[in-house]
């Protein structure tokens, strides 16, 4: 349903036709690109994945399992990326399998860019048209079980993907809403960690239609009316979240420092046994502690993030094949008005959904306060892809009446 809702209500009752991200009609235009690579900085990536491997980043530099830093870039068999948590005392490769792993990486990484038309499984928002030209995805993993990479870690992880060719850091963590609520504040608190981001969107990867790269964060899962840090920092675009419903998710953050709202799923609104249909779903490693199975469903502005990236990806794939080039600013400005009304849908009322665990008890949201606090709207990546290639795109309803 996240890439084309036609209002299936065994996704959820109060499905809306169109709450997507309205890729069918942007697939014609292009599908991907294997010159773009999007680091995935998350937990390890199972980069064998079946439904995956066709559209992993490889560092053809290095000789695979020589031991030898045959690229000279301080990092030894760095084949699909690195894992930030390893060191010289615990040497780790890229690992999915660890005590507490979830398999959000590998889960992340479906949406952006599974590989289309092979058949099986799902496919990505950039994955390709099956004929090997879907986008490459890096894994800098910063988590792993319980564990995270240190603030300098992250910055190391935000520089090796400039360094290795990333144009985009796809990022579905951060801080609680709140917990910083200032660019000021952020700056002098997490310091090492805004050089790393800066670093990166200040760097221009030679191959790229655009002058700067992007980093792309959720805006987290709080309910709070403060998107968290980093995503809400000037230099990066926010990524909140709605479900099938076309309406906000009643777990996202919104508010200042949101730029754009992508599918993410909300599951409380059904009172069924199917409510994971109405998440998102995706690749996931069968054999990390969470999952026996290669997909599966997940919900929140993590699952939005990674449509948001996986569009900005696809608009730098068709920049590129149309021969067209942009400023970063530019390209933003294209994104964030190539999208849809959230607040048509809203009226204003309140939402219904159902606690976890719970198909008696219902509770509800005061919709109100998320007018014209979800970004600029609803991304749509055939909108997005139109603007890049210079056509105005004005929507009209079939059957209404209209004045253009």
């Not at 917990?179 to 200040?202: H, L, M, P």
């Amino acid at each position: 349903w996240h890439y084309i809702n036609n209002c299936d209500l065994s996704v959820a009752e109060t499905s809306r036709q169109g709450a997507d991200i309205n890729v069918k009609d942007a697939w014609r235009l292009c599908a991907g690109d294997p010159d773009i690579i999007v680091a995935i900085c998350d937990e390890g990536v199972k980069y064998n994945h079946p439904d995956l491997i066709e559209n992993m980043w490889v560092n053809k530099k290095e000789i695979p399992g020589n031991e030898i830093d045959d690229d000279n870039n301080g990092y030894v068999d760095d084949i699909h990326g690195w894992n930030f948590l390893s060191s010289e005392e615990f040497p780790k490769e890229i690992d999915w399998t660890d005590k507490g792993d979830k398999g959000h990486g590998t889960h992340v990484v479906g949406t952006v860019a599974a590989v289309n038309n092979n058949g099986i499984g799902v496919g990505g928002v950039a994955g390709g048209s099956g004929k090997g030209d879907g986008v490459k995805m890096m894994s800098c993993q910063v988590f792993s079980g319980n564990s995270s990479a240190t603030i300098a870690a992250r910055a190391k992880a935000y520089e090796y993907a400039a360094n290795n060719g990333a144009c985009i850091i796809q990022c579905s963590f951060g801080l609680p809403g709140g917990n910083v609520t200032s660019d000021g504040v952020f700056e002098k608190t997490y310091n090492v960690e805004v050089a790393g981001i800066e670093y990166f969107v200040n760097y221009r990867q030679a191959y790229s239609p655009v002058d700067r790269n992007f980093a792309i964060f959720a805006s987290g899962n709080d309910a709070y009316h403060l998107a968290g840090y980093p995503a809400a920092h000037r230099d990066v675009i926010a990524v909140s979240s709605f479900g099938p419903d076309y309406l906000p998710a009643v777990y996202t953050n919104y508010g200042p420092g949101t730029n754009i709202s992508a599918p993410g799923g909300d599951s409380t609104i059904n009172m069924t046994a199917e409510s994971d249909r109405a998440s998102i779903l995706s690749t996931v490693p069968s054999d990390c502690p969470a999952y026996d199975t290669d997909y599966g469903y997940m919900e929140g502005t993590s699952m939005a993030c990674p449509h948001v990236s996986g569009v900005v990806a696809l608009g730098l794939a068709y920049a590129k094949k149309l021969g067209k080039t942009f400023t970063r600013d530019g390209l933003t400005s294209l994104l964030m008005t190539s999208v849809n009304d959230l607040d048509q849908f809203n009226n204003g009322g309140t939402k219904k959904f159902y606690p976890p665990f719970s198909t008696t008890n219902v509770s509800t949201i005061d919709l109100n306060r998320y007018k014209g606090q979800m970004g600029t709207g609803a991304v749509d990546a055939w909108k997005f892809l139109m603007a890049i290639e210079g056509t105005p795109t004005i929507l009209i309803q079939s059957g209404k009446k209209m004045s253009i």
